[in-house]
């Protein structure tokens, strides 16, 4: 749990229209450590999303950088960056992105094939990962719009873990569920935890955040504070009323 | 005022396929609007050039041995209103060589006349004319300036055998009579009183001839008065052996018009090709608009906007892109219009003037409106049957539930490849289109090379559809012409002769008759250009073969009997053959010898046909043969250079056409291949992203893109290179069906389709590489996070 995978220092990311600079991230320093599931709140425009982008090397920082087991990746080309997500990540989103002209098996066997050959085993392990989530047979050659919106989110989540990703990086991944599909998706992602595999999570849902143990709160581009909780316990109305009361000191 | 501003707003969002669109609209606008234009103005224009020098209806050249009684024929036509003789000198085997621009020798036949005498008809009026006209001023033709690159003051040597005369141009005239050695292989110049007494002095360069211009009283029926003429001379000069040649106003101005006339037909018909291509963005870029923007479109309908004033806001859309096209293409036609008046020029022999016509702007605006607004109306159209509600929830956004025909699972193919596939497959619908395009443009690729080689450079299928014989040396002997033609025959450096003559022949069927070129030989198989297109040649004495032109005018067909009148003598054949030449109109015929007698018991052939061993020098071979019969009355000529050079007239405009089409369709494939990609990133940004996201590199992407578009490109461009090898002839002879041309027999050379479909794909690969290269530089949270354009 101590070991750090992840380290951002002075990280910044700036946007320029024209003349006008906005600053989205301002000289933050992020450290992950292995196991974590770390949820990052904040209100609209806080620059969530950036930070779990520019943290997992989708986008470059303007400034500072990024350690990825000691090493620095926020050097690396576009390309290098391409190969270091498809071994070390995995990525769920709010809007799930399946790709809507390939099966429910091609959709994660893709994902398998940027890292291994073998095509058999990456067949069966998305198989087993499939039964895992609660995806039957049934649904294999399904295309993405014939599944029900937690079904696509649960095979996204699949896909994202194919290749046993060090950290698996979520963008309100239960924000376009209804709630039976959303807590389903987030049990499956606490399994995940469990197992060993770190989470970077962006969510707005206090429901989902009560899922990590530790929480980060971002306010105009700055961690303005975080919060550290125990291991996940269900139903725990200690834990609720702690992170309750953590963000209404934010200002939540 | 609210539709022009989605309009507006839809034309602004669509950048590259609305500058597509334009192009493609300005460039069938510059082909429809100049093809019409020279189609619909060409006969006002000729016959206005013609009245402005009270140009000659018809015209007769003969030695003069027959004048009165040719002026009793003249007179005695109901058509007849007036006619000028003069004193000329006819050259029959004389040869030319621009000194300054360096060409080499050719061969033409040529008619002086004095620049001085006072004449009303066919006046002199002089282009480009020295200050001061030399001695040895010449005046000639405004086809040399134009197509031949001749100037005031150039150098012009006059040769027959080994005598040369150098004269100097002083000037250049226009008359459609001898506008184009391509019309009347002659040359008619006019040099000064001096330097016209001088040659008509010296024997050696040609024989004093009388030329007599004619004005009629109806310029529409030349043909009729030249027709009348020539049954009235049979008459009372039955071999007609100083008669040197007759030409009628209607004739002349049809023959002028013929290549000019397909020309324009050629850049009308490829407009309407591009109209087709433009018709075929206009579906692919309104399907992916409503696609796209199908949430806005369920917006402005819950807002109140019925889908009929949606569906009005993609017109207009098309209606201003199809207003601005059409005004660039209407300017560029302004700016080009100096290489249009030098093609038509160069081809017709007059000097063309583009002006600007309303009647031609209104026409090609209609045409181009109805088909760009027709096409946008029935693609834009399912905008009515959507309800805002399915609009809101995407509800016609493409769900896949076909066959997964490419599991990764079981796939042998690299992830790659069958992630390249799999777009393919996907993308049917836009790929097919877009092959659809390159595949014409392959055809037209390859039709618009084996133009230019079979006009430029190797001319002989060219030759061959004229409907001449392919013989290097042709002479003609007055008197001892069976020792001569035997002796010839047996030369060294001899291949071939054959005995092959023509007279204009007026044949009758029923109650029509038609004027016919027909020509007399023995023995048909022993030609080298085979003209018959069905049945065969004549191999009995009464027997005929006669092109469609002919038989088409006298409604007669196969099988059917014909006359021939000649000096009053009326002989029956029966038709077994059709034939095919582009040479006199189309108006041939084709007799044997011994059919030639029974019309002519007297008839001795006065022309051979000479062809010569590989090797041998055309030039060299006409000297032996004029030193070797000097004291004989016979003319000898450089047969196959002076056809190859009356050709040659045809090259420069053949040349910037098809320049001009092969630039347009490379643009056209860049401007296609650019808005396909174009489309296709933006519309699958999302799936790039996430794909960038998942770890694939840009170079996969980019490759994956490489995969599914190149098959499409390269099958394409080779499918319709292929259809271009084999269509090239047939569509040839349905645009040449007008002048009786049944089979083309042009040479495409399978090195040319190769070239093409390598040249076309590369284009394709270029324009691919250079458009899919945006997908490096963008990073995959942007990509997905921008969401669809």
């Given at each position: 749990?101590?070991?750090t995978?992840?380290?951002?220092e ?6 320029s229209?024209?003349?006008?600079m906005?600053?989205?991230?301002k000289n933050?320093?992020?450290d ?16 969530k ?10 986008d470059?920082?303007?400034?500072g950088k ?9 050097k690396y080309s576009?390309d290098r960056?391409a190969?270091f997500?498809?071994?070390?990540c995995?990525?769920?989103f ?11 098996l ?8 940027l ?19 609660g995806?039957?047979?049934?649904c294999?050659?399904?295309y993405?719009?014939?599944?029900s919106g937690?079904?696509a ?16 990086f ?5 924000g ?12 499956v992602?606490t ?13 707005h ?10 929480i ?23 834990r609720?009323k ?11 | 005022?609210k ?10 969002k669509?950048?590259v ?5 334009i ?9 429809l ?9 060409l006969?006002?224009?000729i016959?206005?050039?013609n ?9 007769s050249i003969?030695d ?17 209103a ?7 000198l ?8 621009n000194?300054?621009?360096?060409e ?12 001085e005498?006072?004449?009303d008809?066919?006046?002199v ?13 010449v005046i000639v033709p ?16 006059f040769?027959?055998?080994d ?21 009347v ?7 000064g009183?001096?330097q ?11 024989s004093?001839?009388?030329y007599s ?5 109806d310029?529409?029926?030349?043909e ?8 009235d001379?049979?008459?009372?000069w039955?071999?007609r052996?100083?008669?040197?040649a ?10 002028v ?6 020309i ?7 407009s ?7 018709a ?8 992916t ?15 109140g ?10 017109l ?21 219009s100096?290489?249009?008046t030098?093609v038509v020029?160069?081809?017709i022999g ?10 031609t702007?209104l026409?090609?605006?209609a045409?181009i409106?109805i088909?760009?607004?027709?096409i946008s109306y ?9 309800t ?13 539930f ?9 796939t042998?193919?690299?992830?790659n490849?069958?992630m ?5 497959i ?16 392959s ?6 090379f084996?133009a230019y080689?079979n006009?430029?450079?190797d001319?002989s299928?060219m030759?061959?559809?004229i ?6 040396v ?5 008197e001892?012409?069976?020792t ?9 450096g ?7 003559d023509?007279?204009?022949g007026?044949?009758?069927y029923?109650k ?5 070129s027909?020509?007399?030989?023995e023995d048909?198989?022993?030609l080298?250009?085979?003209t018959?297109?069905k049945?065969?040649?004549p ?6 073969a ?5 038989l088409?005018?006298l409604?007669?067909q ?9 000096n ?7 038709v ?16 044997t ?5 029974k ?11 000479v062809?010569?061993?590989d090797g ?6 006409v000297?032996?043969?004029n030193?070797?019969?000097?004291n004989?009355?016979i003319?000898?000529a ?8 009356m050709?040659d007239?045809?090259e ?7 320049t001009g089409?092969?630039g347009?369709i490379?643009?056209?494939i860049v ?15 999302i799936r ?8 694939f590199?840009?170079n996969q992407?980019i ?7 190149m098959?499409?490109?390269?099958g ?7 259809a271009?090898y ?32 390598i ?5 394709g ?8 290269n945006s997908?490096r530089?963008i990073?995959?949270?942007?990509m ?6």
């Open positions: 749990m101590e070991n995978i992840l380290k951002a002075m990280l910044s990311k700036t946007y229209n024209g003349s006008i906005q600053h989205v991230l933050l320093n992020i992950i450590k292995a196991g974590d599931f770390t949820v990052i709140m904040g209100s609209s425009g806080s620059g999303s950036t930070l779990l982008y520019a943290l997992s090397g989708m470059k920082p303007t400034l990024i350690d990825f087991k000691g090493e620095e990746i926020s576009n960056l190969v997500r498809r071994k070390h995995g990525f769920v709010q809007q799930i992105y399946l790709n809507e002209t390939m099966s429910v091609d959709n994660i066997i893709i994902s398998g094939l890292v291994s050959r073998d095509k058999k085993a990456i067949a069966a392990r998305a198989k087993e990962l499939l039964h895992q989530v995806m039957t047979e049934v294999y050659q399904k993405p719009s014939q599944l937690g079904e989110q649960r095979v996204a989540i699949v896909r994202a873990l194919i290749n046993a990703p060090e950290i698996v979520a963008d309100e991944p239960t376009a569920l209804n709630s039976t599909n959303a807590i389903n998706v987030l049990d992602m399994e995940v935890n469990a197992s060993g595999q770190s989470i970077i999570m962006v969510t849902d206090i429901k989902t955040a009560r899922r990590a143990n530790r980060l709160y971002l306010k105009d581009g700055v961690i303005i504070d975080e919060l550290k909780l125990g291991s996940y316990v269900k139903d725990d109305p200690q609720h702690i992170l309750r009361e953590f963000l209404e000191r934010m200002g939540w | 005022m539709i022009l501003m989605i309009a507006t707003n839809n034309i602004r669509a950048k396929a609305t500058a597509t669109l192009i493609l609209i300005a460039i069938a606008t510059i082909f609007y100049v093809g019409i234009s020279v189609l619909s103005n006969d006002t224009f016959d206005g050039k009245a402005e020098t009270n140009g000659a209806h018809f015209i003969t003069g041995s027959h004048d009165a009684a040719i002026d009793q024929i003249y007179e005695s036509i109901d058509s007849y007036s006619s000028e003789r003069e004193e000329g006819m050259s029959m085997s004389s040869k030319y060589q000194v300054d621009t360096g080499e020798a050719y061969s033409l036949s040529t008619l002086f006349l004095n620049r005498t006072p004449r008809i066919s006046r009026t002089i282009i480009d004319e020295a200050a001061q006209i030399p001695e040895n001023g405004y086809v040399l300036k134009i197509a031949n690159g001749y100037k005031t003051g150039d150098t012009l040597k040769m027959v055998d005598n040369t005369t150098e004269l100097e141009i002083a000037g250049f005239y226009e008359d459609l009579m001898f506008a184009s050695p391509s019309n292989s002659m040359y008619k110049l006019y040099v009183d001096k016209f007494n001088d040659l008509m002095n010296q024997p050696v360069y040609g004093k001839c009388s211009a004619v004005i009629t009283d310029i529409d029926n030349t009729a008065f030249e027709s009348q003429f020539t049954k001379l049979k008459t009372v039955p071999e052996t100083g008669s040197y007759t030409l009628s106003y209607g004739t002349m101005k049809i023959g018009a013929v290549f000019i006339n397909i324009m037909a050629v850049l009308v018909a490829f309407i090709i591009i109209l087709a291509i433009a075929i963005v206009i579906k692919f870029s309104t399907t608009h409503i696609e796209n923007n199908i949430k806005n479109i369920g917006a402005l309908e819950a807002m906007y019925t889908s009929g004033q949606i569906l009005g806001s993609i207009v859309e098309y209606l201003l892109i199809t207003a601005v096209g059409f005004a660039v293409g209407l300017g560029a036609s302004m700016l080009i100096p290489v249009i030098n020029s160069s081809s007059l000097r063309w003037t583009t002006g600007i016509y309303p009647r702007i026409i090609s605006l045409v409106m088909a760009v607004l027709g029935f693609s834009a159209f399912k905008i009515k049957k959507i805002p509600l399915t609009a809101l929830r995407n509800g016609i956004e493409t769900h896949h076909g066959k997964n025909r490419v599991p990764l699972e079981r042998k193919l690299s992830l490849m069958a390249g596939y799999k777009s393919l996907f993308n049917k619908r836009q790929n097919l289109i877009a092959g659809l395009i390159i595949m014409m443009l055809l037209v690729t390859v039709f618009s084996a080689y006009f430029a450079v001319k299928a030759i061959k559809l409907g001449l014989e392919t013989a290097e042709q002479v003609t002997a007055m001892n012409e069976e001569i033609f035997d002796e010839i025959a047996a030369m060294p001899v291949a071939d002769t054959v005995k092959l023509s007279f204009d007026v044949i009758k029923d029509k008759e038609c004027g016919a027909t020509r007399i030989t048909y198989s022993r080298k250009v085979d018959c297109v049945g065969r040649m191999v009995n004495d009464n027997e005929i006669i092109t469609s032109i002919v088409n005018k409604g007669a196969m099988g059917d009997t014909v006359s021939i009148d000649y009053g003598i009326t002989r029956e054949f029966l077994v053959g059709v034939t095919q030449q582009f040479n006199m109109l189309g108006r041939g015929a084709a007799i010898t011994a059919g030639m007698k019309l002519m018991p007297a008839y001795q052939e006065k022309n051979l046909m062809y010569l061993a041998e020098n055309t030039k060299s071979f000297t032996r043969i030193n070797q019969y000097a004989q009355n003319q000898t450089s047969y196959f250079e002076s056809i190859e050079m050709l007239s045809f420069a405009s053949i040349k910037i056409v098809v089409c092969l347009i490379a643009v056209i401007f296609v291949m650019f808005l396909v990609i174009r489309v296709r990133i933006l519309r699958e940004r790039l992203g996430v794909s960038k996201a998942l770890g590199t840009a992407l490759g994956q893109i490489l995969i599914s578009q098959p499409v490109i390269i394409a461009s080779a499918l319709g290179a292929v271009g084999f269509a090239t002839n047939p569509l040839l002879a349905l645009m040449l069906a007008a002048n009786g041309i049944l089979n083309c027999e042009f040479y495409v050379d399978p090195r040319l389709v190769l070239f093409t479909i040249g076309i794909s590369l284009l690969l270029a324009t691919v590489l250079i458009v899919a997908i530089k990073s995959p949270c942007r997905f996070e921008e969401g669809v354009d």
